[in-house]
């Protein structure tokens, strides 16, 4: 009889373990779906709601429902972007037969988008201080570094405007980058218009 007893006890504790995994997966489930509206909710005031939700959701439960964390991530990952677009420039520059006013159009494309990577890294080292004070000065030295790196985006394609080919392929891989960029500084002006 002792033996039941102890089969049943421990059968009664295994029911429990799994009752409480279900509910602990309902509610992070939960969570998780309410992290995810957050963002899609943030996303749909940007210009580019689209992209915006699709390259933060996927980091919903890191994010969760701060303004802040999420212009954070937002930054990050534009600056991964703007960063793989200009390795990707440098290696579109060594191909050969372009013209010289093209190879000189490609070195100035590539010092701003450099100049861009700047910012952006300025503006999430800023952001991501432990202690920040978030003053005001501080969120318009982020805003403005961030409006700086989408300008340098947009005036990439200018110096192509000769050769339409060679414009279309640079506006290409420049395009994502200043739709991304556009939406952070988005997420980082609504992160500020909260705070003040």
């Known amino acids: 009889m002792e033996g039941l007893g102890m089969i049943i006890f421990q059968t009664r504790n295994i029911v429990l373990i799994i009752l409480l995994v279900i509910s ?14 957050f963002i899609k909710a943030s996303c749909g005031m940007t210009t580019y709601p689209t992209l915006c939700f699709n390259s933060l959701s996927t980091r919903a439960g890191a994010i969760q429902r701060s303004p802040k ?3 954070q991530t937002a930054l990050s990952v534009t600056l991964h972007m703007t960063r793989t677009t200009s390795s990707s420039m440098v290696k579109l520059s060594q191909v050969h037969g372009m013209m010289p006013r093209e190879v000189a159009a490609m070195k100035d494309c590539i010092e701003l988008l450099n100049d861009s990577v700047y910012n952006l890294k300025q503006s999430l ?28 985006e947009d005036t990439c394609t200018e110096g192509f405007k000769d050769d339409l080919k060679m414009k279309r392929v640079v506006r290409g891989k420049i395009v994502n980058v200043a739709h991304l960029t556009s939406n952070a500084l988005a997420l980082v002006n609504s992160y500020a218009s909260l705070r003040g």
């Open 24 to 37: 602990s997966n309902n509610l992070i489930s939960a969570l998780n779906k309410t992290n995810v509206e």
């Open 69 to 71: 964390l999420l212009a």
């Open 125 to 152: 080292e800023e952001m991501s201080r432990p202690g920040s004070k978030d003053s005001e000065l501080v969120m318009s030295d982020i805003q403005t570094w961030v409006s700086s790196a989408l300008t340098d």
